[in-house]
């Protein structure tokens, strides 16, 4: 099944298309770098103008694969995605008694745990730091996570970076429930790293969820030899911590 890009609420689709299209933009302003060089004037202009356009068209492309995508799925495969969805919230809150409601975390959720459900991750291995998912496994990975309703929460995130590709969170695109992740340093060793935001949150109803989205570059194994990874892979996830601030 084509891996599908799991976004909730659809107010962050637009942000998604904006961060695809700065990605299209980049890749191609690099490939067309030595060209652009040579222009100057209205001529330079026109070309940088084409560039955003093809960017803007390939973001709209992927977009439309996408949808594409979902409008294919069964409902055993939506239901698979997000069962809560399919459940009324009146259900969800009988089902939690008079506590019902969004809690005020802390929610944390390790690359092993059974309860991770999201999309273009590869399988969890175990590596020399522990357990983690390398992304890279569809165009965005993303990750389910419960809301503790609206206002200011902290997320913080233990990512790695995959064949000693120095490790830097600004050259990814994250957003948490379609809101752009600033993600602060806690510690990075250049390759592993503990990273934290603070990002503030729309009102959401009892028992539903919010998905974590991460995009950005993927990489080839340099190694050679019968050992080589043959996978392309973006940044690796270790953990996620999730509480209102």
């Not at 330079?44 to 694969?65: C, F, K, N, T």
């Not at 239901?79 to 009324?88: C, F």
């Not at 959720?109 to 983690?132: I, M, N, P, S, V």
């Not at 990750?143 to 995959?162: D, H, I, K, Q, W």
């Amino acid at each position: 099944m084509t891996e599908l890009l799991d976004l909730s609420p659809e107010r962050g689709a637009a942000l998604i298309d904006a961060a695809l299209e700065r990605q299209h933009a980049g890749r191609l302003r690099e490939a067309a770098a030595p060209i652009l060089e040579g222009l100057h004037g209205p001529a330079r202009l026109l070309g940088e103008h084409l560039l955003e356009e093809i960017a803007r068209l390939a973001a709209q492309v992927d977009a439309l694969s996408q949808a594409q995508a979902a409008a294919a799925l069964s409902r055993a495969e939506r239901l698979r995605i997000d069962p809560l969805r399919a459940i009324p919230v009146a259900r969800l809150e009988a089902a939690g008694g008079t506590t019902a409601g969004a809690g005020n975390g802390p929610v944390a959720l390790e690359a092993g745990d059974e309860a991770f459900q999201g999309f273009g991750w590869f399988a969890a291995e175990r590596t020399d730091r522990g357990t983690l998912r390398w992304s890279g496994a569809a165009r965005c990975a993303t990750l389910l996570l419960p809301a503790l309703g609206g206002g200011e929460v902290v997320v913080t995130l233990s990512l790695r970076s995959p064949f000693g590709v120095p490790l830097d969170p600004a050259a990814h695109d994250l957003f948490l429930d379609g809101v752009p992740l600033s993600l602060t340093a806690i510690a990075n060793d250049g390759i592993t790293g503990t990273f934290e935001a603070r990002p503030s949150l729309p009102d959401h109803p009892p028992g539903s969820r919010i998905t974590l989205l991460l995009h950005g570059a993927q990489h080839e194994d340099p190694a050679t030899g019968p050992r080589r990874d043959t996978r392309r892979l973006g940044l690796g996830l270790a953990w996620v911590r999730l509480e209102r601030a």
